[in-house]
């Protein structure tokens, strides 16, 4: 008894330090992230302008906006039983559906925009931003990726993972911004959203590449009463993030 309540204690205490490490690793990633404004704010400022800043952050939060709005809550589901998913085949069930889902969703209001992108540059923004479709649409995409394989590992208990993702991705963007402004003067909105683009896929492609290493890249059937509950369940999160923006 005495070696099995040893035992016990033991597991309980490794619990414990675990649970501890993570939440520290996540509240230091959470304050390099919000960090990032700080030092891009004077980067911006004295090398385009306070007008340029403000056409770039309206660009970046209209992007965020529309990829957590279009996603209608799909994925919440994922969310709410990868921690407790052992099987492999069970996490691939979980995960690759409201990937394949929200990807559509993105594809959809891409031909949107593309069909309406001269009318939203010249009647909606009277020619006031001066920017690619191209690079926002890939943005769009590659967040969708992004944000789907930084919560694969929040939700699967790797906090290590999941905190150096989500720090390394806007400091790489710093990086490349600081190169191409300093070396090259690059201060434009299109390099501004190249350099998103590219942070983006230096942290996105060796994240999947862990997953599919993890659960394969099989086909997964994709049942339209599972999106269904998926949207039912995620749809009032989808309005609260409306709300808090």
């Known amino acids: 008894m005495n070696a099995q309540s040893e035992k016990n204690n033991v597991r309980t205490l490794d619990y414990y330090k675990s649970f501890v490490n993570n939440n520290i690793l996540l509240i230091v990633g959470s304050i390099l992230i919000y960090a990032k404004g700080i030092i891009l704010l004077p980067i911006i400022i004295k090398n385009a302008g306070i007008a340029f800043y403000g056409r770039y952050v309206l660009v970046v939060i209209s992007i965020s906006l529309i990829v957590g ?44 925009a593309l069909i309406f992108n001269q009318f939203i540059k010249t009647i909606i923004l009277n020619n006031q ?39 390394s991705e806007p400091y790489l963007m710093i990086l490349f911004v600081v190169v191409g402004v300093f070396l090259w003067r690059l201060n434009t909105l299109n390099f501004f ?3 998103y683009v590219l942070s983006l896929l230096c942290v996105t492609i060796p994240l ?12 997964v059937r994709i049942r339209l009463k599972d999106i269904a509950d998926d949207v039912r369940l995620g749809f009032p999160l989808v309005l609260s993030y409306i709300v808090d923006f």
Not at 136 to 156: E, K, P, Q, W
Request: hydrophobic share 50%; proline share 3%.
């Open 129 to 167: 931003f001066d920017y690619s479709i191209t690079l926002i649409i890939s943005i769009l995409f590659l967040s969708v990726v992004y944000n789907m394989a930084t919560d694969y590992f929040r939700y699967t208990h790797r906090a290590t993972v999941f905190t150096v993702a989500t720090t």
């Open 69 to 112: 709005i279009f996603s209608c809550g799909i994925g919440f589901k994922c969310k709410r039983f990868l921690p407790s998913a052992e099987e492999m085949a069970e996490r691939r069930k979980l995960f690759y559906p409201p990937l394949i889902m929200q990807l559509l969703s993105i594809a959809m209001i891409s031909v949107v």
């Open 208 to 219: 999947f590449a862990l997953i599919i290493k993890e659960i394969g890249f099989k086909y």
């Open 193 to 195: 959203l190249f350099s």
